[in-house]
């Protein structure tokens, strides 16, 4: 392998029924960053169907080449699928560097990927640098939930590639006079090899809300303790134009979705005010949201680890505060 | 049916703790425990042991210790261990690991491969679809519900936003969700049972892989440096009555231009 052949920054441009995800404009963003110290191209590899007239929206976020790989064989992401057409992508364009989002879709094609090119990747990074030295992607992420940072190189290897999270990088703003190149591009699919059949996608909640979004997040842990106590959360998040997420133990607890976690195993968070209530700060929560503009932590125990990264901290009773900082809002936000 | 589930032996991570003073991990009397998404994994074996009388293999990659989370997976009902262990696997990273495994597996007759999503350790989620592809199976990651239907697996995979129902020939491999499959404790018969059974001691004869594929060598990444994260220099912490306590959040607020 001669790395001089393998050039710019591609982001896997990630659909979901042809809606791009946030996740993709992001690390558009990141890759422009990257491909700008490299003085080389951002391309975005997008899959899909019936997706071209998207493209421009790609270039609009960052992008100079935009191949678009249209087939209804993709029109539902399935593994095999994708990896082999990204594959073949990858074989003919030859890329230095390849972004994926770490959701259900990166995480399970990435891998898939890297084996098949027989290339490294790296989970879950927090950071992309371009070494000064070598020009080599530095890839920085958490190990030993959330206890360690690691900084990972894939030096002999290419591409370079890496999953990293929703909501860490930042995208760039929107630019409809940018210029790029819309490049189609068709794989020959073995179908022999499509062991997988979609039956059904469900969407177990209409009125779902993605946390990552949230500029005002108003967090419960197990301070605030059961179902009637995140109704006050509740009543305070709506006051404040914010929505409510919830540490692990609530999960587990069975008092929150999933989704709403914020942590090493949930999601990573970055609001304007991350105000946490009853959360001790567990280091596998302080990873979630530590990059949070204002922390504002509302815990009974003061020697609580959430008080080490809170910008303000308040030792008291979160069920007893919280609804009298709601009514005092309504108040003040109606002058 | 025949399954064989990956499990691997992992420092429990929610116990480690940062030294305040030097920023460094407490690994002391940190314990070793049997990763979370494999045992979850392992349940929907032995789920699968009970419905359809699957035979059940478990494997673990690692140092002659791991063999304790071996004797855990016999307690549970598992048939058959193994022990995967050579100092040439050492230094690995996901994809060294992954062949390795996979490698080790091509020993077997299998119907179905079970991984945990992914370890606490290292969180990557990356070794189960690249065993997946060195041997050409069909792969389901986050999977929080399976069954068998005409010869078929019908798998649920759980998403961001709900789930999807999965149609998967046979044989597989699934990555399995702990939240979906909550483990059996250990039978106290098993307990005592487990440590006189046989665990099968694999070395890398058993591995069919040039040298240059396995350990540090087969590792196309390289940890550059490691470091705890420096502790942010912590605010204002007041230990105030409730009506202060509003006060100062609602000048905190004002004063960053929240409200």
């Known amino acids: 392998m001669n790395k001089a052949d393998y050039k710019h920054v591609y982001v896997f441009i990630e659909q979901r029924e042809g809606k791009i995800q946030p996740v993709a404009l992001e690390l558009l963003g990141k890759a422009r960053d990257l491909a700008d110290v490299l003085g080389e191209k951002v391309v975005a590899i997008f899959p899909g169907h019936n997706i071209k007239d998207q493209a421009n929206d790609l270039i609009a976020y960052g992008a100079d080449d935009v191949i678009v790989i249209d087939s209804p064989e993709l029109e539902d992401y399935i593994t095999e699928q994708y990896a082999q057409a990204v594959y073949q992508l990858v074989i003919a364009f030859r890329p230095s560097i390849v972004l994926f989002g770490a959701t259900t879709i990166g995480r399970d094609l990435a891998p898939r990927l890297s084996a098949r090119l027989e290339t490294g990747l790296t989970a879950d990074c927090t950071k992309l640098e371009i070494s000064e030295d070598t020009k080599e992607l530095m890839m920085t992420r958490p190990a030993f939930g959330g206890n360690l940072m690691a900084t990972i190189m894939c030096t002999q290897h290419r591409p370079q590639m890496s999953t990293v999270r929703p909501g860490v990088m930042q995208k760039r703003e929107k630019d409809a006079s940018r210029k790029g190149t819309i490049i189609p591009f068709e794989p020959k699919f073995d179908k022999s090899k499509f062991a997988v059949k979609l039956l059904e996608t469900v969407k177990a909640d209409k009125g779902k809300i993605d946390i990552t979004e949230a500029k005002i997040l108003v967090s419960g842990g197990r301070g605030v303790g059961c179902k009637e106590n995140f109704a006050k959360l509740e009543a305070l998040a709506q006051q404040i134009g914010g929505e409510v997420s919830s540490s692990r133990a609530m999960v587990d607890a069975g008092v929150m979705p999933h989704d709403r976690q914020v942590g090493q195993t949930g999601k990573t968070v970055r609001p304007d005010l991350y105000l946490a209530c009853g959360i001790s700060g567990a280091i596998q929560h302080l990873a979630g949201m530590e990059e949070s503009e204002l922390i504002i932590a509302i815990n009974k125990d003061k020697f609580a680890p959430i008080f080490q990264v809170a910008d303000l901290g308040i030792v008291g009773d979160a069920n007893k505060i919280v609804p009298m900082l709601t009514e005092r809002l309504a108040k003040e936000m109606k002058r | ?259």
């Open chain 2, 1 to 259: 049916m025949k399954i064989v589930v990956c499990i691997k032996q992992v420092p429990d991570t929610t116990e480690i703790k940062i030294n305040p003073v030097t920023g460094t991990l407490i690994r002391d009397g940190v314990p070793s425990i049997m990763n979370p998404d494999d045992k979850g994994g392992l349940e929907l074996a032995l789920e699968l042991k009970d419905k359809y009388g699957a035979h059940v293999t478990v494997i673990t990659m690692g140092p002659p210790q791991a063999e304790l989370i071996l004797r855990e997976a016999y307690a549970m009902g598992a048939d058959r261990a193994i022990l995967l262990t050579s100092r040439a696997f050492g230094g690995a990273d996901t994809l060294a690991t992954s062949h390795t495994i996979a490698a080790a597996l091509k020993n077997l007759e299998y119907d179905l491969i079970i991984t945990g999503r992914q370890a606490i350790d290292g969180d990557t989620a990356q070794v189960g679809p690249q065993i997946a592809e060195h041997l050409g199976l069909p792969q389901v990651s986050y999977v929080a519900g399976f069954d068998v239907k005409d010869g078929k697996y019908i798998v649920k995979k759980e998403t961001e936003d709900g789930y999807q129902m999965l149609e998967v020939s046979s044989p597989a491999l699934m990555t399995v969700l702990a939240s979906g499959y909550k483990a059996r404790y250990m039978n106290v018969a098993g307990i005592v049972d487990a440590y006189d059974r046989e665990i099968d001691i694999w070395g890398d004869d058993k591995v069919d892989l040039p040298a240059e594929k396995l350990g540090l060598k087969g590792s196309p990444t390289r940890v550059n440096k490691a470091f705890t994260k420096g502790i942010k220099a912590a605010g204002e912490v007041h230990e105030v009555d409730p009506e202060q306590a509003v006060n100062l959040i609602v000048s905190k607020l004002k004063e960053k231009f929240i409200i």
